[in-house]
């Protein structure tokens, strides 16, 4: 139980183009999920706090125009890199709360975006 | 503020020894405690949790203690493989902010 997946696993762009991915609770209804960005030998940074039916939370000196994200449903999350650049190159990890009032979040394997 | 310390990586080690990786917390109230691994190029995996003093979280070998006068959270496991070799993030909860809180990670590689 408890899984979440994500897709596309990896995903190549042209800069200036816009690049969506999806995180998706497969077993389990998660009215929270979060989204981290990782760097090559370096730990998750959070990006933003996505709730289910309302606006998420961005992390300070995060772009919330250039990194959108949409919890549509109990069960998918979607972020969308906007204008992408080749800095927004990174390994970005959706995780999901495994049920209200838990403390424990469940993450995706992570989707390789490279911008060319 | 909350905030996780983890010891420098990389280490390692022999199959079949035995492994620490240590973990410390600064946090206030009580937060849950857990250990995330990473194997190269996935996704982060629970390996196990703790959610108040005293609690010892377990799984595949693994243990780990919720050490509150030590603020401590050490990874344990008497015998490591060659298949263990990853990414090792210890973590904290914190409710009132409803994020977690990572160190920043230790990679262990075990030679055969």
């Known amino acids: 139980g408890a899984v979440v997946s994500q897709h596309p696993s990896w995903v190549i762009c042209k800069s200036g183009t816009s690049v969506k991915i999806e995180c998706r609770s497969l077993?389990?209804?998660?009215?929270?999920m979060f989204w981290y960005r990782q760097f090559p030998k370096q730990s998750l940074m959070l990006m933003a706090t996505?709730?289910?039916?309302?606006?998420?939370?961005?992390e300070q000196g995060v772009e919330k125009d250039k990194f959108l994200i949409n919890h549509a449903s109990l069960t998918l999350s979607t972020l969308t890199v906007t204008s992408a650049h080749p800095e927004d190159s990174s390994f970005y990890i959706c995780?999901?709360?495994?049920?209200?009032?838990?403390?424990?979040?469940?993450f995706g394997p992570g989707t390789r975006l490279t911008v060319l | 503020g909350n905030s996780v310390t983890q010891m420098e990586g990389p280490v390692t080690l022999s199959e079949e020894a035995f492994l620490t990786i240590n973990c410390t917390y600064t946090?206030?109230?009580?937060?849950?405690l857990f250990w995330y691994v990473q194997y190269p190029g996935e996704g982060l995996q629970l390996l196990l949790k703790a959610t108040k003093a005293d609690d010892k979280g377990s799984n595949k070998g693994f243990e780990a203690t919720y050490r509150k006068e030590t603020t401590s959270f050490h990874l344990e496991k008497g015998s490591v493989q060659v298949s263990d070799s990853a990414v090792y993030f210890c973590a904290l909860y914190s409710g009132n902010t409803g994020k977690l809180i990572f160190g920043q990670g230790t990679t262990l590689q075990v030679k055969p």
């Open positions: 995780s999901a709360l495994g049920g209200f009032g838990t403390d424990t979040q469940y």
């Open positions: 077993d389990f209804q998660a009215t929270t």
């Open positions: 996505s709730n289910e039916g309302s606006k998420a939370t961005y």
């Open positions: 946090a206030t109230g009580y937060p849950s």
